[in-house]
């Protein structure tokens, strides 16, 4: 268990707290691209800070501060320009840098004051890759926005979920690093949800973890596997600081604050061989709802609903006082220590673990992945429809509820399925 003075310290991420100066450090996934197909700003709170993301004319973006400079008006009402935000309160124009470029009413009546050459709002970078908008909210030079392997895989078709989970971030990212909870949390939860009392999947006898450049790599041998299944040589990653990646999709769990957590999951479904060349335009991008509106219970069908439970259940701040960590846990215990390690870093002038600053590592950051084969060299529509996990997903998105019926109708399209392939699963 954590003291409540150390379970304050990994949970609190607003300006100037350790963990937050920490993961200022980094670039985070805040929405898709495509998102601004038909909007053109969105309110942003991200790591306790309330912000605008928008894209102007000119087809650029940029994330400030979402009151005005003036009179606090909420800036994520403006109208964009060719060039910045413009508050409609009173007119006055702000430019990807925070900088006030005018005034209209003082550029007349005190030209000579140059008063907006004074102000400047909070505004921080913002740069695209593989579908998603990233934002950094450090301190200059900024590290290169991970180009991770699965974003350089051709002939698949990406999507991206974004839901947000009320409560804090680390529960969920400490989730990343727990490999026993598959078995009850996903497999056998199933079952029971299906009205079946069993039989329960296979037990797992073995977990073992390991550290390694980005972040830290998890293994379980289950009872009917042997050491040489890929769960055990290859295993899973917690990818630093908020992620977690299983090959074909990676999820982030970004800090909005101390109660509120950005869900985004970024999934690559590789099209048959058929269907190759296959070239994806832009990534869709789809809210998942979390909870059932008939019931007001969280929805559990789904993979991803069902960590959701989990992570709520803990409270809005899990309270580490009173857990008692078991030998499963080992993951945990190292993913709080490096978690000190990277805030003494910070707090000494040193970059924490897993930044990228170098552009030829970063054209294509591979990661230990099970299956890549899969992924990079493809199946046949026979194979993957008789495959025993990939054949499962060709019916339902299996991660999270709620996919639209134009992006499931779009990843059928890309798939070259067939009525009869789907209701075959």
């Excluded at 470029?101 to 004051?113: F, G, S, V, W």
């Amino acid at each position: 268990m954590l003291s409540e003075a150390k379970n304050r310290q990994l949970t609190q991420v607003g300006p100037g707290t350790p963990m937050g100066e920490l993961l200022r450090r980094y670039w985070h996934p805040i929405a898709a691209v495509s998102e601004f197909d038909k909007m053109e700003t969105k309110p942003v709170r991200l790591l306790g800070e309330d912000l605008v993301l928008y894209k102007d004319l000119g087809g650029n973006f940029g994330l400030i501060d979402r009151r005005c400079a003036h009179r606090r008006a909420d800036l994520s009402y403006g109208f964009v320009e060719q060039s910045g935000l413009r508050c409609n309160y009173h007119g006055w124009l702000f430019d990807r840098d925070g900088r006030c470029t005018e005034q209209p009413y003082e550029d007349i009546a005190a030209p000579h004051a140059r008063m907006k050459e004074r102000l400047r709002i909070t505004a921080y970078p913002v740069e695209q890759k593989a579908g998603m908008l990233w934002a950094y909210l450090g301190p200059q030079p900024a590290p290169l926005v991970p180009n991770w392997e699965p974003f350089t895989w051709k002939n698949g078709f990406a999507q991206i979920v974004i839901s947000e989970i009320p409560c804090n971030w680390l529960q969920c990212q400490e989730n990343s690093i727990d490999p026993v909870h598959f078995e009850w949390m996903h497999s056998n939860w199933s079952i029971r949800l299906k009205g079946e009392t069993g039989p329960y999947a296979p037990t797992h006898i073995k977990v073992d973890f390991e550290e390694f450049d980005y972040g830290i790599i998890y293994k379980r041998l289950r009872e009917d596997t042997s050491e040489r299944h890929p769960l055990w040589t290859v295993g899973r990653v917690c990818l630093w600081p908020q992620a977690f990646c299983l090959g074909d999709h990676i999820e982030w769990r970004i800090p909005i604050d101390d109660e509120n957590t950005l869900s985004i999951a970024w999934a690559f479904s590789r099209v048959p061989k058929e269907q190759e060349p296959y070239e994806q335009g832009p990534i869709p991008a789809w809210h998942g709802p979390v909870v059932d509106p008939d019931t007001g219970r969280w929805i559990s069908s789904h993979v991803m609903n069902q960590d959701f439970v989990a992570w709520v259940g803990q409270g809005t701040i899990a309270d580490r006082t009173k857990e008692n960590l078991a030998s499963s846990d080992r993951g945990i215990a190292m993913l709080r220590k490096r978690f000190g390690e990277d805030m003494d870093a910070v707090a000494d002038g040193r970059d924490p673990s897993g930044l990228i600053r170098d552009p030829a590592v970063n054209e294509c950051v591979e990661l230990p992945i099970a299956g890549r084969h899969l992924f990079t060299e493809g199946l046949t529509r026979e194979q993957l429809l008789a495959h025993p996990i990939l054949g499962k997903h060709l019916a339902d998105y299996p991660f999270q509820a709620g996919q639209p019926d134009e992006v499931k109708a779009a990843y059928r399209a890309a798939m070259g399925l067939r009525d009869e392939d789907v209701q075959a699963h």
